[in-house]
């Protein structure tokens, strides 16, 4: 079982970039999936979620407007499109399975993670 996270990288502020997570070894597609962040020395916090037929997606407060989420089951693949980047974005991004459909925002709420992926945004 595999999710694998890409599409970070160094980025100016203001700039955009398309995060994308393949799911391998078994289908998520009746699972919640998000993203969550962690820059160095702090916790690692809730992004963004998508439940399991996208019908309902959350953010955080501080990318609403700018973050978009989105999850294609048929390609076992989710997305974060991320505009309007600045450097309080700069975190390693990860992506979760959730152990249902529904979409916590407590990391003990998800039961299988990808390696991450690093978005630097410059100022």
């Known amino acids: 079982v595999q999710l694998q996270a890409s599409g970070g990288g160094l980025v100016q502020a203001g700039n955009s970039l398309r995060l994308s997570c393949a799911a391998s070894?078994?289908?998520?597609?009746?699972?919640?999936m998000a993203w969550f962040r962690q820059a160095p020395g702090k916790e690692r916090e809730f992004v963004s979620g998508i439940t399991w037929n996208g019908g309902n997606t959350y953010y955080r407060d501080s990318v609403k407007g700018r973050f978009t989420i989105s999850r294609d089951n048929a390609k076992d693949t989710m997305y974060l499109q991320m505009n309007s980047l600045n450097p309080e974005d700069t975190a390693r991004y990860y992506c979760?399975?959730?152990?249902?459909?529904?979409?916590?925002?407590?990391?003990?709420?998800?039961?299988?993670w990808g390696q991450g992926t690093q978005v630097t945004v410059s100022s």
């Open positions: 070894g078994r289908m998520f597609r009746n699972n919640g």
């Open positions: 979760a399975a959730a152990r249902s459909a529904m979409v916590p925002s407590d990391p003990n709420g998800y039961r299988y």
